[in-house]
């Protein structure tokens, strides 16, 4: 079971809003920065969303993250076909065992 | 262009040992910070490791935290994860990712990630 909680699925038609929710503690979105990270069918992981909602070079405005006290969320506007692949949220967790990254257990999105 | 590519995994038995490499280019390797990412068959993303950008600071997943070693040789522009008592919950596709310049905090640039197969 991962640290940050994510829905296992979502799923929208082209052209629509979907949001993804990631739900963590004061531990780690709480006290950290949270990123999104996507990846596509047989890829690697590719930065989406850093700084809860800043977007790297080249990453479609359509993207927009942001995050509110221990929770975090992932927004997606004007769905498109290539947009479908699995979604994780990450941030870094300062327990009293040591810092380490934790992330969700990623969404699956789906355009119909 | 920065590039990242791992080499090292391959089919190992439980109980034994890999030792993982990522050769970096494309970028001033000395001045990031790497971890390890590993992503089990079908399966989510599982943090294993950071080392920061002198190797000073270390830092390891429960999981691995005894069993795994992560060093760098920022002369040859490489990382490295040793692994040892390798378990079967150890097969993964295990990938490096390049922190961004001043900032720990996410992943900005990610290997294409080497299998490892822990099985009898």
Known sequence: QSVLTQPPSASGTPGQRVTISCSGSSSNIGSNTVSWYQQLPGAAPKLLIYTNNQRPSGVPDRFSGSKSGTSASLAISGLQSEDEADYYCAAWDDSLTGPHVVFGGGTKLTVL | ?120
């Not at chain 2, 995994?9 to 109980?15: F, T």
């Not at chain 2, 060093?71 to 919950?89: G, H, I, P, V």
């Open chain 2, 1 to 120: 262009e920065v590039q990242l590519v791992e080499s090292g995994g391959g089919l190992v038995q439980p109980g034994g040992s890999l030792r993982l490499s990522c050769a970096a280019s494309g970028f001033s390797f000395r001045n990031y910070n790497i971890n390890w990412v590993r992503q089990a068959p079908g399966k989510g993303l599982e943090w294993v490791s950071y080392i920061s950008s002198s190797g000073s600071v270390i830092y390891y997943a429960d999981s691995v935290k005894g069993r795994f070693t992560v060093s760098r040789d920022n002369a040859k522009n490489s990382l490295y994860l040793q692994m040892n008592s390798l378990r079967a919950e150890d097969t993964a596709v295990y990938y490096c990712a390049r922190a961004a310049a001043g900032s720990p905090e996410y992943f900005q640039h990610w290997g294409q990630g080497t299998l490892v197969t822990v099985s009898s």
